[in-house]
């Protein structure tokens, strides 16, 4: 063979790996580490794809370099019960990389823990000074009204965190009913005087307590502060959407939601919102989803069969 035409297989295969790897969302951070980063500007990641994004494909993706007891989890995610799309990661990196750049802090919560599955991606967010709440009626099942889910043990979640968490001294475990408690409550517990900057609803799915859990989340989320819910489209779940939608038509101009996908919705204040949303439509492919007006503003919807 000539060399012209060793030079030419040569510069293909350079051209080739020049556009694969600047397809992939660029972020120079540690999951876990609450060092100061040096944030590279992003470039897109492909949420429709991987097989929901496994350590090696999520640390390609984002730049990153995870933690020991984050890959051991990402890892073993099957293992541990419950629901929680892996794709749902880099949502929640995209997050947690916008709020360290604008400097919001805050703790982070959950009501409706279950086993952690969705819960431990949390604790690994939380940097110094920082704690994680899990609300959840655990053994006291007569609080679960809608029968979601099961009897939810303190010591099966303990071990789960034990297992997958370095930083088991920040969790803060508030056990009850979430419609009997308030955002003093919670705010309380955590005893650092933070508001939060990352909320989870997942809790009882009747209507009158989603609703109830919208609003202590409300009062209690920071100044750029992101509520997630899940389950408002789910059809065996009513109640939730229900209860959103109550909170939302009471509180016209509270909240906005940015991003709808893997059976959440991401919701923050009006003027973060529009950052989120424009902060996600930047990091994430154009062929992953669609613009929708939901509760009177665009919307991001992630569209699997788009």
């Given amino acids: 063979m000539s060399l012209q035409y060793y030079l030419k297989k040569y510069f293909f295969v350079l051209t080739f ?69 892996r794709r749902l990661i880099v949502l929640l990196l995209i997050i947690d990389d916008f709020q360290a750049r604008n400097k919001i802090v805050g703790n982070l919560g959950e009501i409706g823990v279950w086993q952690g599955k969705s819960f431990i991606p949390l604790m690994h967010l939380a940097k110094r000074g920082e704690s994680v709440a899990a609300i959840d009626c655990f053994e006291s099942y007569e609080f679960n009204r809608d029968n979601s889910g099961g009897l939810c043990k303190t010591d099966n979640f303990m071990k789960n965190i034990k297992t997958y968490c370095s930083n088991p001294e920040k969790l803060k475990i508030i056990k009850g009913d979430s419609s009997l408690l308030t955002s003093n409550d919670y705010l309380k517990a955590m005893g650092n005087n933070k508001k939060f900057r990352i909320f989870s609803i997942d809790g009882c799915h009747e209507a009158h307590t989603t609703e109830l859990d919208m609003k202590n989340a409300y009062a209690a989320l920071a100044d750029g502060g992101v509520i997630v819910t899940d389950d408002y489209f789910h059809w065996c779940w009513p109640g939730v959407s229900e209860g959103v939608n109550a909170f939302m038509h009471k509180n016209v101009n509270g909240l906005k939601p940015f991003f709808i996908g893997m059976n959440k919705i991401f919701f923050a204040r009006p003027d973060y919102a529009k950052k989120y949303f424009d902060a996600i439509k930047e990091a994430v492919l154009p062929e992953d989803f669609v613009i929708k007006k939901f509760f009177n503003v665009d919307t991001l919807i992630y569209d699997p069969h788009n």
């Fill in 17 to 85: 790996f020049n556009l694969f790897f600047c397809n992939h969302l660029c972020f120079s951070r540690t999951l876990t580490a609450p060092k100061v980063r040096t944030i590279v500007t992003p470039q897109v990641v492909k949420l429709n794809s991987p097989q929901d994004i496994l350590c090696k494909e999520l640390e390609d993706a984002c730049a990153i370099e995870l933690s020991s007891d984050s890959k051991k989890y990402y890892s073993d995610l099957d293992k541990v019960d419950g629901w929680f799309d």
